[in-house]
C-alpha cells in the first residue's frame, strides 16, 4: 500500500524505510490447488473468480470437522506488497479457525494492492474496482461451500485496512463486521460514506505507527500517499454515521490496551477502537482471535 508493510512473522517486526517498496516472502510459494467443489476438504484452496473483465482469486482456508451452515466467513485483506498467501503465514487466522470453524478467505490484491478509493494504487491507476471484487468473491464461494451470510467479517492491513473501511461504507448490507488494522478512514472516504445499516466495527492502531499515524494527516508510502483521520476520529465518525451514543467508555483490559467502545447504535451494534500503548505498523499475532471474537454470535 501506500503505506510501507511492517508485517512479521509472530511478534518480530521488518523494519522498512518508509515510501520504499518491500519483498514479498511469499513471491515464491506455490498457490494451493483449485477448490473442488466434489470435494471441499480441510485446507487451502485457490478459487478464482472474473470481476471487471479480469480473473481474479483468492485463498480459501476450510478448517477441518463436520462443516456447520452457521459458520462465519472472514475475509482477510492483505497489506501493499503484500499477498494472500504471505499474509496467511503471517497471521493466526487459519489456526484459530481451525479451533473455532471459521471459513477464511484470504483475497488477493491486483498487483499486491487495493482500490481503496482514496489515492492512487496499482490497482486505482488500473480502475480496479475492488467493492465490485468482493461481492463477487461472497457470490461466488456462497455457490460453493456453506456460510452464514449474517456474519460476515472484513480484516485488513494498512492498505487493506482503508480498503474494509470503504467496504465499510459501501457493502454494509452483506458485512457484520469490519475489522481495520492500522488504517483509518480517509477523509476522502468519510465525507461520501453512507452506509445502509450500521455494522460492528473494530479498529485496532498503534500510537507508535509511523506508517500510518495513529494521529491521522497526510501519510506517504510505497505508491504515494493520501490523508486519513485520526485513530479516535475515525471511530468517531463510524459512531456518528450509526448514532451511537455521543460520550464512549474507555477500559484498560491489558497492560498498554485502551478501548474505546461506543454503544446505543442502531440494530445494537458496537464502534470500538483498540489502542495499542507504543503498537507499530503490523498485524499484530492475536488478529485472528480478536476478529472472531468481533463478529457476532449466531443463532
Known sequence: MRAVRRSALALSLVVVALGLGSCSA??????PPAFNAHDPSPGDHTVTLTSGGRVRSLILHIP???AVANRPLILVFHGATDTAGYTEKITDFKSVADKSGELVAFMQGYQDSWNEGAGSTPAER????DVAYTSAAITKLEGLITFDHNRIAAAGFSNGALMVEDLGCKLSKTLAVI???EG????????TCKPARSIFVYEIHGTGDTAIPYNGGPFHGVDGGTTVLSAPASVARW??????SSHPASTYPLRGIKLTTYTGCRRKTTVVLRTISGGVHQWGSNIGELTTAAIPPGP
Open 126 to 129: 488500473a480502475g480496479i474496482n
Open 179 to 181: 475489522v481495520p488494522v
Open 239 to 244: 459512531a456518528k454515521l450509526f448514532s451511537c
Open 64 to 66: 477441518p470437522g463436520t
Open 26 to 31: 511469499s513471491a515464491s510459494t506455490p498457490a
Open 184 to 191: 483509518q478512514l480517509p477523509t476522502a472516504v468519510s465525507k
